[in-house]
């Protein structure tokens, strides 16, 4: 019955009329799909229908069970190339929101990924570590990271889901152009490639020191 209230109780949350709207929107299927922002953007995340996303850059599939699966998003997959997975949490430990969940490792550098939910990790897609391009190719199916019995119903309060995944994307590209604008001297190819109107060139941030890296996990990768 527990796994069943949690679903209930993260339904009731959200509410039935909320899901309902953003659904009747338009349906977005996993193939890459480009929109245009009101200031001329251009960007192409994957927004899978149905699929919860946090603004630590993971989405989230909830199973009618009450357990989750989780991953990374577009937006990290895209500024970098084959990264490296190291996956932090084991099958039976416990995770805290805001905990790392993940480390990415690129060229020497490396980014800390954090958990959007507490709960207990049911099992862990060990065939991600060794396997560099495997997470980004299949991000949505293959590249799940984790699946975890969250424990806590109202931390889906903070998630995102369809129209409003798509603004918080938007947000987040302008926000990234920004970011790009202060390190030009360092990221000057990456930082046009949004200037004009298009996404982030594949491996962006390999181009970018240490500091950069640990300024952009900071700004961009939290839980909260």
């Known amino acids: 019955m527990t796994p069943l209230f949690v ?3 993260i339904l009731l949350f959200f509410g039935i009329e909320w899901i309902v709207q953003r659904r009747k929107a338009g349906k977005v299927s996993s193939a890459a799909s480009s929109m245009r922002s009101a200031d001329g953007l251009l960007f192409a995340p994957r927004i899978p229908e149905g699929i919860f996303f946090a603004k630590s850059h ?9 357990k989750v699966r989780l991953g990374i998003d577009d937006f990290i997959a895209t500024l970098l190339e ?23 490792s690129d060229n020497g550098q490396a980014l800390t990924v954090r958990a959007p939910v507490s709960g207990d990790i049911l099992s862990a897609n060990e065939k991600l570590e060794g396997a560099a391009g495997l997470m980004p190719l ?10 975890i019995q969250p424990c806590k119903p109202d ?6 889901l369809g129209n409003e995944s798509r603004s918080w994307m938007f947000e987040e590209l302008r926000r990234l152009r920004d970011f790009f604008a202060f390190t030009m001297e360092d990221g000057a190819s990456a930082f046009a490639a949004i200037q004009d109107g298009g996404a982030p060139a594949p491996g962006a941030l390999l181009h970018l020191g240490p500091e950069v890296w640990k300024r952009f996990e900071q700004q961009f990768l939290q839980a909260e």
Do not use: C, M, Q
Not at 138 to 147: A, K, M, R
């Open 82 to 104: 084959r990264a490296d997975v190291i996956l932090v949490k084991s099958e039976g430990d416990h995770v805290e929101r805001g905990e790392p969940l993940l480390v990415l």
């Open 155 to 160: 931390e889906f309060r903070s998630l995102l």
């Open 138 to 147: 299949d991000l949505f199916s293959n590249g799940w990271v984790y699946t």
């Open 7 to 9: 679903v209930v109780t």
């Open 58 to 66: 993971t989405w989230l599939s909830l199973f009618p069970s009450g």
